[in-house]
């Protein structure tokens, strides 16, 4: 079809301008289109979410576990066939959390089975290596990572979360070289994290919300 000027004008079909215009506008809405479809896809994958959190912020991190709760969920359902960076990133970005997030956790069993995996893996590669920092790093994860916990509002009884967090604290502590300076001061941190867990307030679950005695467990190791 020619458009009127064309016409007019005698342009040939292929030549007319407006028709070009229109033309490259329509491909580039279908360009425009395609990335969102496509990230929507990807992020049907645990594995892809985590290529996406590996280095956002917190504000970032927050805002894709929000957005993506199922597949949140679905990587901590999967961390038995993670790899060690995997693993990384999932408790790094649980630990990166906001502490005003208010967020459902996953189980508690789910988390202490993906950071005992991790401070495992890490071990293993200590001695492999020869290198205690290796083991070290992970520790300091671990103890970001509770402390996050901690600051959740559980649907789960005390005594689940009680008892998963120290066995949390005990792995990592197994990872520690006390001979070195650097690994007894990290120590005296998850020391002073097992004295916390004793402590009534320091894990909320909500039917404490309506106790007006309850109190809020600030971290002050970090």
Same mark, same amino acid.
Request: hydrophobic share 35%; glycine share 2%.
């Given at each position: 079809?020619? %458009?009127?000027? %064309?016409?007019?004008?005698?342009?040939?079909?292929?030549?007319?301008?407006?028709?070009?215009?229109?033309?490259?506008?329509?491909?580039?809405?279908? !360009?425009?289109?395609?990335?969102?479809?496509?990230?929507?896809?990807?992020?049907? #994958?645990?594995?892809?979410?985590?290529? !996406?959190? $590996?280095?956002?912020?917190?504000?970032?991190?927050?805002?894709?576990?929000?957005? &993506?709760?199922d597949?949140? /969920?679905? %990587?901590?359902?999967?961390?038995?066939?993670?790899? #060690?960076?995997?693993? !990384?990133?999932?408790?790094?970005?649980?630990?990166?959390?906001?502490?005003?997030?208010?967020?459902?956790?996953?189980?508690?069993?789910?988390?202490?089975?993906?950071?005992?995996?991790?401070?495992?893996?890490?071990?293993?590669?200590?001695?492999?290596?020869?290198?205690?920092? =290796?083991?070290?790093?992970?520790?300091?994860?671990?103890?970001?990572?509770?402390?996050?916990?901690?600051?959740?509002?559980? $649907?789960?009884? #005390?005594?689940? /979360?009680?008892?998963?967090?120290?066995?949390i604290?005990?792995?990592?502590?197994?990872?520690?070289?006390?001979? =070195?300076p650097?690994?007894?001061?990290?120590?005296? #941190?998850?020391?002073? &994290?097992?004295?916390?867990?004793? $402590?009534?307030?320091?894990? $909320?679950? &909500?039917?404490?919300?309506?106790?007006?005695?309850?109190?809020?467990? %600030?971290?002050?190791f970090?």
């Amino acid at each position: 079809m020619h %458009c009127f000027q %064309c016409q007019k004008e005698g342009h040939k079909k292929h030549e007319c301008p407006s028709l070009k215009q229109n033309s490259n506008r329509s491909s580039q809405d279908k !360009v425009k289109k395609k990335p969102s479809i496509s990230f929507s896809i990807s992020m049907s #994958k645990p594995s892809s979410l985590l290529q !996406v959190l $590996k280095n956002a912020d917190a504000k970032k991190i927050l805002s894709l576990v929000q957005k &993506y709760p199922d597949e949140w /969920i679905k %990587c901590w359902n999967s961390t038995s066939s993670m790899d #060690k960076n995997s693993l !990384v990133t999932l408790v790094v970005s649980m630990a990166k959390l906001p502490f005003s997030a208010i967020i459902d956790p996953p189980a508690i069993q789910l988390c202490a089975k993906a950071m005992s995996k991790l401070l495992q893996l890490s071990l293993n590669e200590s001695k492999a290596n020869s290198d205690s920092d =290796l083991a070290l790093k992970q520790v300091e994860n671990a103890i970001n990572f509770v402390a996050r916990l901690l600051q959740f509002t559980w $649907k789960q009884s #005390k005594s689940e /979360i009680h008892g998963q967090i120290q066995s949390i604290l005990s792995a990592a502590n197994s990872c520690l070289t006390i001979n =070195l300076p650097e690994h007894r001061l990290v120590q005296a #941190k998850i020391t002073k &994290y097992f004295d916390e867990l004793e $402590k009534p307030w320091a894990i $909320k679950t &909500y039917s404490d919300e309506n106790d007006p005695s309850g109190k809020t467990f %600030c971290n002050s190791f970090m």
